[in-house]
């Protein structure tokens, strides 16, 4: 197979080029985790993905997450319950799911 260059005239604009498409290939195959929860260190706020979506972000006041194992005929359960700010007024929204 022969080797082919191709002169690149902006390098910056084909890096951003190349990165959009990457994140559209990554955005179509890769399947996101139900529930991920990141925290940065000890003293940062969490932030919480549903589905690879944001919760409350930069709104969240609490989350709990429960799982607890199953026996043999049944499965195990998840409880996740996270809270956060309202825009709409000074009430607090809940984003609840359940697997019993």
Do not use: C
Request: proline content about 6%.
């Amino acid at each position: 197979m022969e080797e082919m260059a191709i002169p690149i005239k902006d390098i910056p604009e084909t890096m951003e080029r190349l990165e959009q498409a990457m994140q559209i290939l990554h955005d179509k195959y890769e399947h996101p985790d139900l529930l991920e929860i990141r925290v940065k260190d000890i003293d940062s706020v969490p932030e919480v993905y549903y589905k690879g979506e944001p919760v409350y972000e930069g709104r969240l006041g609490s989350v709990s997450y429960l799982w607890e194992p199953g026996d043999y005929e049944e499965e195990g359960t998840h409880n996740i319950d996270i809270k956060g700010a309202s825009v709409e007024d000074a009430s607090w929204d809940i984003f609840s799911k359940h697997k019993m």
